[in-house]
C-alpha cells in the first residue's frame, strides 16, 4: 500500500503544480454552476437535481480532460520504463494513478459545496439527499477516471486518449435515452439501460443509495482497472505466450461477469435509505396495517417482458415495494406476478381484474409502430378487489396499495358530514378531495338551512367539515356545530374571512357566526387576506407575443410547517389562495401548523386583489402570520409534543414560543379575549368545555382542483387533517411522504444574490487564486533549486 500511496501522491501532485488542471476545473465549475444556477432561481425550488442531471454529461468531457494525460503522457516521455523499473507492479501504478485522478476530480468537485450549503441555510431541503447526490457523483467520478485511464493506457496520444475515453463515457450515458432506445426492440433497450450510467446514477441521485447501484459503479470500474492492468502487464508479454492468452482470457471473462451481475442482477436487495423521513422505506403505519392483517391478502403485479425502457426503473421500484411489502405482512400478503404477453389465460386473467395492455410507440425500418404492453395492480382479499389499471407514477402507490388493504379488510367506513347551506360548499365543490374521501369513508352532506336544524351527534357523524359559507350562520345552526364540538365531535373548519366581490376584483369581508365557537377555541379568524412578499405562487398576467408571462402573486402565499405536528410532519408546503390570518393564543391546545414566511402582511378588507394594485410592502409590519392551526383538547397543560414549542421551522424564524415572544406570541396577543373567553384567555365558565378536535383553515380555495393540481400536499395535508381529527394516525405517515422539494427562500435579494456570485465569482476565482499561488510558487522553488546547482 505504501507504493500505491506514492503513486497517488506523485499523480495528484503534478495536477496541483501544472496551470491546465486549474485551468479544466475552473471551466467545469463555471459551466456546470451556471446552467445550474439558471434552472434552481427559474423553478424556485430548494434542489440540487438541475446540477445533478447534467453531472454524467459533464462529466463524460471534463473526466476525460483530467485523464488524458494520466498514461499516455508517461509512454510518450518514457517514464513510465522507468516507473516499472522501480519496486512497483501494475497492478500498484493503476490503483495510484486511480487514486491520484479520482481525488483531484473529487476536489474539483468541492467547489459546487457552496451552492449546497446555500440552498440548505435558505431551505428546508433534504440533507440526505445532497449527500447521497455527492455520493452518486463520486462513484460515477470513479467509474470515469477508471475509464479515462483504459483509454490513456492504449496510446501514448493525449488527444487520441481523450477522444476514445469521451466517446465511451457518451455512449454509457446515451445507452439510456431515447435517442438511443427508441430504435431498438424492448428486451435489448431494456437490456441497454441496465448498463447505462443514467438509470443507476438517476436513482442515486433522489437519495436511494441502492446496492444493485453501487454494484453497478463499482463493478464497471473495477472491469475498466482491470483493462487498463492488462494493457501495461500485455505490454511486457509476447502474445505468443500462454501467460498472454490466459491473461487476455481473464479479463474477457470478467467483463462477462459485470455484464451477467448487471443484467441479471435485479433481485439483488439492500438500499439505504438517506432521505429525511424515510421516503423510500415503508413507513411506520404501513408495517402496522400489514402486520395487523388476519387473513391472506393477494397482491397480483401484472406486467410484461417486453416494456419500453423509460419505463424499467419504475418497474424495479415497484417490484422493490411489494416485496418490502410481502416481507412486512409476514406472510400475510401473496405477491403474483403475472406476464400476460404470450399466455392467453394470464391475458384473460388480467382483463377479469381490470387490467388491460398500454399501447406505446417503438421505431421499426424508419417509422413508429404500435405494440403493447401491460403494467398495472391489483389487490383482492375474499370477494373485494382494487385494481390499478396502469402503474404510472410511484411517488404514492405505497399509500394507494395500503389503503386499498386498509378498505378491505377493516369493515368500518366513519362517517364524515359535509355541512351545506349558507353558501357552505359540499364534497362535490371539491372533487380532488371527494375522490380521495370516497373510497375511506361514508360522505354525508347535511343542510344547516333546512326548517329544522338537523342534531348533530359523534354517536352518528365520526367528523363534520364547514366550508368556505359565505353568509352568517343563524343561532341554531351555529348551536348545532358547537353542540358537536362540546360533545367530542371532531370538525374541519375552512372559513374565509373574505370573498371576492364579483362586481370588481376586491376582498369583500365575510362573517360566518362561527367566529365565536374558534375564538373559544383559542383561534380567532383575522380581517384581510395574508401577503406573504417571499414565498408565494406565481400566476400569468397574459401573452406577449409567443412569451407566457409569469409574475409572483403574494396574496397566493406558500406556507411553511410551523412545527413537527403529526398532520404537517413530512410535508414542505401548501399553497393557499386568498387566506384569511389566524390569529391564536398562548393555549398549549392551540397548535399553528401552517405559517408564512417572515415577509408577509395583511391586506385590507376591501382592497383591488390584482397583481398590480396591491400595496408595497412595509418593512416595519413584515411577520409570520398563522394561516391554520389544530385544536386538541387532550393536550396537556405544560405543551404538547406535537407543538414543536422550542422554534418555528419556517423560513428559519424563531417564533419565541419559548420566551413568549416573537411572531406567533405576538399574533396570540392580539387575540386576546374573543367571544366566550375570559379576560384572562380562559374559556367563559357558563359554557361548556369544547371536548372535539378542531383543525382551521382561514382558507377553503387551497382544496379546488386548480390548487390540488398545481401542488398535491393540499390534498394530503387536508387528508391527513381528517385523519388526525379521527384519530386515525396510521395513513398519515405513508400519505404524508413528500418527495417534493421545498420551495427555496430569501429573506432579501442580497441574500439571493450572494449566492449566486459566490458561486458563480467567488468559487472559480479561489480556485485561480490557489492555483497561481501553487504554480509560481513551484517555479520559484525550482528556480532556487536550479541557482544552488550552478552557483
Known amino acids: 500500500m505504501s507504493q500505491v500511496r506514492t503513486v497517488a501522491r506523485r499523480e495528484l501532485r503534478a495536477f496541483f503544480d501544472h496551470p491546465t488542471a486549474y485551468v479544466l476545473a475552473i471551466a467545469f465549475l463555471a459551466l456546470g454552476l451556471f446552467l445550474a444556477f439558471r434552472s434552481l432561481y427559474a423553478s424556485g425550488v430548494a434542489s440540487l437535481r438541475p446540477f445533478f442531471d447534467l453531472l454524467p454529461w459533464l462529466f463524460a468531457v471534463f473526466v476525460p480532460a483530467v485523464t488524458m494525460r494520466s498514461l499516455a503522457e508517461e509512454r510518450r516521455g518514457h517514464t513510465l520504463e522507468w516507473l516499472m523499473a522501480q519496486p512497483v507492479d501494475e497492478f500498484e501504478v493503476v490503483t495510484g494513478k486511480f487514486l491520484g485522478n479520482w481525488a483531484f476530480v473529487l476536489a474539483t468537485l468541492l467547489g459546487t459545496i457552496p451552492m449546497a450549503v446555500g440552498v440548505l441555510l435558505w431551505s428546508d431541503a433534504d440533507p440526505g439527499i445532497i449527500v447521497a447526490q455527492y455520493v452518486g457523483a463520486a462513484l460515477l467520478a470513479a467509474q470515469g477516471v477508471s475509464v479515462g485511464l483504459w483509454a490513456s493506457a492504449l496510446t501514448r496520444n493525449q488527444i487520441t486518449a481523450f477522444i476514445l475515453a469521451t466517446g465511451l463515457s457518451l455512449a454509457l450515458v446515451l445507452l439510456g435515452t431515447p435517442v438511443v432506445q427508441i430504435g431498438l426492440p424492448p428486451a435489448i433497450g431494456g437490456a441497454l439501460a441496465r448498463l447505462s450510467v443514467l438509470s443507476h446514477f438517476q436513482n442515486v441521485a433522489r437519495g436511494v443509495i441502492d446496492l444493485r447501484d453501487v454494484l453497478y459503479f463499482a463493478s464497471t470500474a473495477g472491469l475498466f482497472l482491470a483493462f487498463t492492468w492488462a494493457a501495461l502487464a500485455g505490454q511486457r508479454l509476447s502474445p505468443e505466450r500462454g501467460s498472454f492468452r490466459r491473461l487476455r482470457r481473464g479479463v474477457l471473462a470478467l467483463a462477462a461477469l459485470v455484464a451477467v451481475l448487471n443484467l441479471l442482477g435485479g433481485h439483488i436487495r439492500g438500499r439505504l435509505d438517506l432521505t429525511r423521513g424515510n421516503l423510500y422505506t415503508l413507513s411506520p403505519g404501513t408495517r402496522e396495517i400489514l402486520g395487523d392483517l388476519d387473513d391472506l391478502v393477494t397482491l397480483k403485479l401484472v406486467v410484461s417482458k417486453e416494456l419500453p425502457p423509460e419505463v424499467q426503473l419504475t418497474l424495479r421500484d415497484v417490484r422493490d415495494l411489494v416485496a418490502d411489502m410481502a416481507r412486512a405482512a409476514d406472510g400475510k400478503l401473496v405477491v403474483e406476478e403475472i406476464d400476460p404477453s404470450d399466455d392467453e389465460d394470464a391475458a384473460e386473467e388480467a382483463r377479469s381484474l381490470g387490467i388491460y395492455p398500454l399501447e406505446f410507440n417503438v421505431l421499426r425500418d424508419d417509422e413508429f409502430e404500435v405494440r403493447r404492453g401491460w403494467f398495472g395492480l391489483a389487490v383482492q382479499y375474499a370477494d373485494e378487489r382494487e385494481t390499478i389499471p396502469a402503474v404510472d407514477r410511484t411517488d404514492d402507490l405505497e399509500f394507494r396499495l395500503v389503503a386499498a388493504i386498509d ?189 408564512t414566511s417572515a415577509a408577509a402582511n395583511r391586506l385590507p378588507p376591501g382592497s383591488l386583489v390584482l397583481p398590480e394594485s396591491l400595496p408595497a410592502p412595509d418593512p416595519d409590519s413584515v411577520t409570520v402570520q398563522v394561516l391554520a392551526a389544530a385544536f386538541d383538547p387532550a393536550a396537556a397543560a405544560d405543551g404538547d409534543e406535537d407543538r414543536s414549542s422550542a422554534s418555528l421551522t419556517a423560513a428559519g424564524v424563531p417564533d419565541g414560543r419559548g420566551s413568549g415572544t416573537g411572531p406567533v406570541a405576538e399574533a396570540r396577543e392580539d387575540a386576546g379575549a374573543g367571544p366566550g373567553e375570559a379576560a384572562d384567555g380562559g374559556v367563559d365558565p357558563e359554557r361548556p368545555a369544547l371536548t372535539g378536535r378542531m383543525v382551521v383553515v382561514g382558507d377553503a380555495t387551497f382544496l379546488e382542483d386548480q390548487f390540488v393540481g398545481a401542488n398535491p400536499q393540499n390534498l394530503a395535508f387536508a387528508a391527513n387533517a381528517l385523519d388526525w381529527l379521527l384519530q386515525d394516525e396510521a395513513l398519515i405517515s405513508i400519505r404524508s411522504k413528500n418527495r417534493r422539494p421545498p420551495q427555496l427562500v430569501f429573506s432579501s435579494e442580497a441574500q439571493k444574490a450572494a449566492l449566486k456570485w459566490i458561486s458563480l465569482i467567488g468559487v472559480p476565482l479561489l480556485y485561480a487564486l490557489v492555483g497561481f499561488v501553487r504554480v509560481s510558487g513551484r517555479q520559484r522553488r525550482a528556480q532556487r533549486r536550479w541557482q544552488e546547482v550552478i552557483g
Open 407 to 595: 378498505r378491505m379488510t377493516d369493515t368500518t367506513r366513519p362517517v364524515v358530514a359535509f355541512l351545506t347551506g349558507y353558501g357552505a360548499k359540499g364534497a362535490v365543490g371539491f372533487p380532488a378531495f371527494q375522490q380521495a374521501l370516497v373510497d375511506r369513508f361514508d360522505i354525508r352532506t347535511i343542510d344547516l338551512q333546512r326548517d329544522t336544524v338537523p342534531s348533530l351527534g359523534p354517536d352518528t357523524i365520526d367528523a363534520v367539515v364547514v366550508a368556505a359559507p359565505n353568509q352568517r350562520l343563524d343561532s341554531a345552526a351555529v348551536a348545532a356545530v358547537r353542540h358537536y364540538v362540546e360533545l367530542g365531535g371532531p370538525a374541519l373548519l375552512l372559513l374565509e374571512s373574505n370573498e371576492l366581490s364579483p362586481q370588481s376584483p376586491s376582498a369583500v369581508p365575510v362573517v360566518t357566526g362561527l367566529e365565536g365557537l374558534t375564538a373559544d377555541a383559542g383561534i380567532r379568524l383575522g380581517s384581510g387576506l395574508v401577503m406573504d412578499w417571499q414565498s408565494n405562487a406565481t400566476i400569468s398576467t397574459g401573452r406577449q407575443g409567443i412569451f407566457n408571462l409569469l409574475r409572483p402573486y403574494p396574496l397566493w402565499p406558500i406556507a411553511l410547517p410551523a412545527g413537527d405536528h403529526t398532520i404537517t410532519r413530512d410535508l414542505a408546503n401548501v399553497t393557499f389562495g386568498w387566506v384569511a390570518p389566524l390569529d391564536v393564543s398562548d393555549d398549549p391546545r392551540v397548535i399553528p401548523l401552517w405559517v
